[in-house]
């Protein structure tokens, strides 16, 4: 059974920061990229940052770029995305997904059920 359960989410004063945890099991996490989402309310949901079955590949929005970083222990199965200098407009639920790719091709996705992010004072 596939299940990807995020965690770390809450409330925090703007300029603080957050670590978001998504822990793996059911398939092989090392052979999967993955990556964060956020959906705020009444938004599309969008990828934040993408981290390569290996590690030694990161992607992130220009929204977020020097203030998040995605990271990941694979003896652990778990993926991690650190926040800083969060500010309101970070404020939404974030998501992570799995995804086995061959040749370019998604072959298997799999998505977290989400935790809330808020920044509020």
């Known amino acids: 059974q596939v299940q990807l359960v995020e965690s770390g989410g809450g409330l925090v004063q703007p300029g603080g920061s957050l670590r978001l945890s998504c822990a793996a099991s059911?398939?092989?996490?090392?052979?999967?990229?993955m990556s964060w989402y956020q959906q705020a309310p009444g938004k599309e949901r969008e990828l934040v940052a993408t981290?390569?079955?290996?590690?030694?590949?990161?992607n992130y929005a220009d929204s977020v770029k020097g203030r998040f970083a995605i990271s990941r222990d694979n003896a652990k199965n778990t993926v991690y995305l650190q926040m800083n200098s969060l500010n309101p407009e970070d404020t939404a639920v974030y998501y992570c997904?799995?995804?086995?790719?061959?040749?370019?091709?998604?072959?298997?996705?799999?998505w977290g059920q989400g935790t809330q992010v808020t920044v509020a004072s």
């Open positions: 981290i390569s079955s290996t590690g030694d590949s990161t």
């Open positions: 997904r799995a995804d086995l790719r061959r040749l370019a091709v998604t072959m298997r996705s799999y």
């Open positions: 059911g398939f092989t996490f090392s052979n999967y990229r």
